[in-house]
């Protein structure tokens, strides 16, 4: 939520600012602003309601001169999403601007202080409240805006990644995280800080992943500094990025969305690349190699995620039971942080996160990890904050994902979950042979598999166009197909403002099945696995009540396409891997939906891609 942009060296800030904050606008989108001091030393601030588009134009007749600057683009937490609410915020002198993602969440108490002290506030943030406090510090005691800022951060609680400009220094940017992401990038004579590696990619491949307390001090033909809030020097290392910029452009498609759903067989095959060996038919995975001891001794698995992640533990939890016999429980980790869970030092811990900064997983992970447990994180954001707080996890390697709603994270985590699962069994001996290879040997088709469903767009794109009239929608799913049904209907809702519930598809005789008349439609997950008879009778109760079915089925399907009023064939595939078949229409179908009501698909509102706040 919020990204954050800055840049000082010899260049124009602005453009690169710019491109930067579009990189990031995954993370928010409800305002922007840049600050940037123009050789004349002037703090220009700009910001303004809406999207970065609206903020090139708003500043198409302004003074964007100037190598050094700021700029941010916003996912409101406190305060209106409204120019006054946009950053960067101006100190009471204007002599400081500071951008920030996160919460402060003694802002009140803090903003009551300053009240008092004469200071007046512009914008209904927590945000504002920090740079005057940073400001009142410096002035008050005379003090540079390093020493400033570490004695206004000790006053703080809550999570910051932030970023200060201070007129009278302008060859100084400094920058300082706790709970939300910071990366600085290290260029030939410039510097460039950003949430993600993406707005530093096309400049420099050598960042430095700042950790939670410490202090970016970025001068202007000096050396990185890096220091904690008691000013001790933190040794930092250099890391390479590597990134295909192509990864980050939409690449011809209309939509980064549509760009990922369509990425998948290749992500897939990445995300086995190395970890399936042929000849062998096996499954490795340097993770379980490593901590085999830790993973096999385990009593029991906790998986712990948000949103789409979530499903993805769902399929995950069927996958380890029956593949390894090891009872699992999934969490949403917002409720697991505060229901003081019973963790045990023989219990692992899945931590799954797409960004890897999702703040409820990192502060659950971090729960589990004081109370002695092994954690494990599958994440795919590269460098991100879960996969450095873990013990060790695994890499989807899917590449960045920006559209809003998850589509080849979801695939990739599901892969990376079957492949743990197989290894684990293998390791275990609670798979025979047979079962293991045929296994194996269907995950390495299921890239091939997808390819054949992606060539069913354009009779999804069809299909859509009836459906645009509905208000409410359920999906519905039996075993691994019940997470599927699960995530369709997230899809749904998060893109085409549709409401529409998941559901076990037995369960919903106990209260869904009031809802169903003749303008509801019921999309039906029903491959053909060993609940396919089950189904069959759900659909039925359905159609007797006049609900128009929408089915996906297995090639060939005899009985559910009979009654169905329209169905869409899908390769078969073993039960266990259905749902990197399934979700995949069911992907493209809310899609087309979103795009036929006209929905803005990668950037729908109110959300964010990636949500560091709780
Ligand atoms: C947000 C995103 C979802 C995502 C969820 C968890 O709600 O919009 O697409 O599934 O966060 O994110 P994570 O990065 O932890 O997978």
């Given at each position: 939520m919020c990204g954050i942009v800055g840049y000082i060296g010899q260049r124009d800030a602005y453009p690169i600012l710019i491109k930067g904050l579009k990189r990031l606008e995954y993370r928010g989108y409800d305002s922007a602003g840049v600050a940037i001091i123009n050789r004349g030393r002037e703090l220009n601030v700009y910001k303004t309601k809406g999207k970065v588009s609206d903020l090139e134009h708003f500043v198409e007749d302004k003074d964007v001169s100037g190598t050094i600057g700021i700029a941010h683009t916003r996912w409101a937490t406190h305060g209106e999403p409204c120019t006054e609410n946009a950053h960067p915020h101006y100190s009471q002198t204007k002599r400081l601007a500071l951008i920030h993602n996160g919460i402060i969440e003694n802002y009140a108490s803090l903003k009551n202080k300053l009240q008092a002290k004469g200071y007046t506030f512009q914008s209904s943030t927590d945000t504002e409240v920090l740079v005057q406090l940073i400001e009142f510090i410096q002035t008050s005691h005379e003090l540079n805006l390093l020493t400033a800022v570490q004695l206004a951060l000790q006053e703080v609680i809550g999570a910051y990644a932030i970023a200060v400009l201070d007129k009278e220094n302008p060859n100084q940017i400094i920058a300082a995280r706790k709970s939300s992401p910071l990366v600085v990038g290290i260029g030939e004579g410039e510097f460039f800080l950003a949430s993600d590696a993406t707005p530093i990619v096309e400049y420099t491949d050598k960042v430095v992943y700042l950790d939670d307390g410490e202090i970016a001090v970025i001068r202007r033909d000096e050396k990185l500094k890096v220091v904690n809030l008691d000013n001790v020097e933190c040794p930092h290392d250099v890391k390479t990025v590597t990134m295909n910029l192509g990864q980050l452009e939409k690449g011809g498609y209309p939509h980064f969305m549509l760009k990922e759903i369509f990425e998948q067989p290749d992500c897939i095959r990445d995300c086995m690349r190395g970890r399936i060996n042929v000849e062998a038919d096996n499954v490795v995975l340097s993770a379980v190699i490593d901590y085999k001891k830790q993973l096999l001794s385990a009593k029991r698995f906790i998986i712990v995620a948000c949103g789409t992640s979530w499903h993805a533990a769902l399929i995950g939890k069927h996958l380890i039971e029956s593949l390894c016999r090891i009872p699992v429980e999934v969490e949403y980790a917002s409720e697991f942080r505060y229901h003081n869970p019973v963790i045990d030092a023989d219990d692992v811990v899945i931590a799954i996160s797409q960004s890897g900064e999702t703040a409820d997983t990192l502060a659950a992970v971090e729960l589990a990890k004081s109370r002695g447990a092994f954690i494990y994180g599958?994440?795919?954001?590269?460098?991100?904050?879960?996969?450095?707080?873990?013990?060790?996890?695994?890499?989807?390697?899917?590449?960045?994902?920006?559209?809003?709603?998850?589509?080849?994270?979801?695939?990739?985590?599901?892969?990376?979950?079957?492949?743990?699962?197989?290894?684990?069994?293998?390791?275990?001996?609670?798979?025979?042979?047979?079962?293991?290879?045929?296994?194996?040997?269907?995950?390495?088709?299921?890239?091939?598999?997808?390819?054949?469903?992606?060539?069913?767009?354009?009779?999804?794109?069809?299909?859509?166009?009836?459906?645009?009239?509905?208000?409410?929608?359920?999906?519905?799913?039996?075993?691994?197909?019940?997470?599927?049904?699960?995530?369709?209907?997230?899809?749904?809702?998060?893109?085409?403002?549709?409401?529409?519930?998941?559901?076990?598809?037995?369960?919903?005789?106990?209260?869904?099945?009031?809802?169903?008349?003749?303008?509801?439609?019921?999309?039906?997950?029903?491959?053909?696995?060993?609940?396919?008879?089950?189904?069959?009778?759900?659909?039925?109760?359905?159609?007797?009540?006049?609900?128009?079915?929408?089915?996906?089925?297995?090639?060939?399907?005899?009985?559910?396409?009979?009654?169905?009023?329209?169905?869409?064939?899908?390769?078969?595939?073993?039960?266990?891997?259905?749902?990197?078949?399934a979700t995949v229409p069911l992907q493209m179908l809310a899609y087309h939906i979103a795009v036929c009501k006209g929905k803005n698909v990668d950037q729908p509102r109110n959300l964010a891609k990636s949500v560091t706040v709780e």
């Open positions: 599958i994440c795919n954001a590269i460098g991100s904050s879960i996969p450095r707080a873990t013990h060790t996890g695994s890499y989807i390697h899917v590449g960045p994902e920006i559209g809003v709603a998850s589509t080849k994270a979801f695939t990739g985590q599901v892969t990376v979950l079957a492949m743990l699962a197989l290894s684990m069994a293998k390791e275990k001996n609670s798979i025979d042979n047979h079962t293991f290879v045929n296994i194996v040997k269907e995950l390495q088709q299921i890239p091939e598999k997808m390819e054949e469903v992606l060539k069913e767009n354009e009779h999804i794109a069809q299909l859509a166009k009836i459906f645009t009239y509905a208000k409410n929608c359920i999906y519905l799913g039996r075993g691994y197909s019940y997470p599927v049904a699960l995530e369709g209907a997230l899809k749904l809702k998060e893109i085409s403002y549709i409401h529409a519930e998941g559901y076990p598809a037995a369960e919903m005789k106990h209260g869904p099945i009031a809802l169903v008349d003749e303008e509801m439609p019921v999309v039906v997950i029903a491959p053909h696995d060993d609940l396919y008879e089950k189904v069959l009778s759900n659909v039925q109760e359905v159609k007797a009540r006049k609900g128009r079915v929408i089915a996906f089925v297995s090639k060939g399907d005899q009985m559910i396409s009979q009654i169905a009023d329209t169905c869409i064939e899908l390769p078969d595939t073993m039960d266990c891997l259905t749902p990197l078949i």
